[in-house]
């Protein structure tokens, strides 16, 4: 009876420990995976609002274009429609600083900010000038194949200013952009040499512009 007894309490006192246990381990996986769920949860959201923001550029690029071109079939004057299209989004900007709608740069401007910004603008300007000039003189798809080939002027302005090579595999890549762009300039039926430059060019400000842009905004010690 008395061993009974005493393997009776042996295993009760099991429990107990395999049940302290247990709760130690809950105690402490608890607050993992409360952070793991927060972290996927962030992660969730920022995915969610990165995509809609893709989506809406994308969305508002396709309607720009088409009313762009529209535009030009009534008024064929391609810069005086760029500076217009310029000046509203200068008006919009000043109205949302005004409002409080957009944060105000002043703050973080510092002195001789407009100077260093002034290659990046003026590469912009340039660049959405030609872009209408491309649009009045060819189809709004061949403008667009040209401006495939952004990231091939990026890749040697980069270069040429800074002197960053980009991995072989990198470069690469390029080739297939270069020889598609060929063979659809090749077969284009609205083919014109004046639609054909603006769009180079416009495609090589750009990437002007991209390159001054990252510059500016990586803090480079040259671009102060």
Known sequence: MMAALMRRA???????SKTSRRGTL?????????????ILSKFS????VMTLGFLGWYGANVAFNIVNKQALGVFPHAWTVSVVQLATVVMCSMLGWATGAIEAPW??????????LLPAAICHALGNGLTSVAF?????????IVK???????????????????PLPQALTLIPIMLGVALATAGELSFTWLGFLAALGSTICFAGRGIFSKRLMSGAPDAK
């Open 148 to 166: 495939t080939t952004e990231p091939v002027w990026m890749a040697l302005g980069s270069y040429l200013m800074t002197g960053a090579v980009l």
């Open 45 to 48: 959201l920022g995915t969610a």
């Open 136 to 144: 009045a003189s060819s189809s709004v798809s061949f403008t667009h």
């Open 10 to 16: 042996e295993l009760v006192t099991c429990e107990a």
């Open 107 to 116: 703050r973080s401007m510092g002195s001789g900010f407009l100077w260093r």
């Open 26 to 38: 809950l105690k402490e996986t608890t607050p993992e995976l409360v952070k793991t769920g927060k």
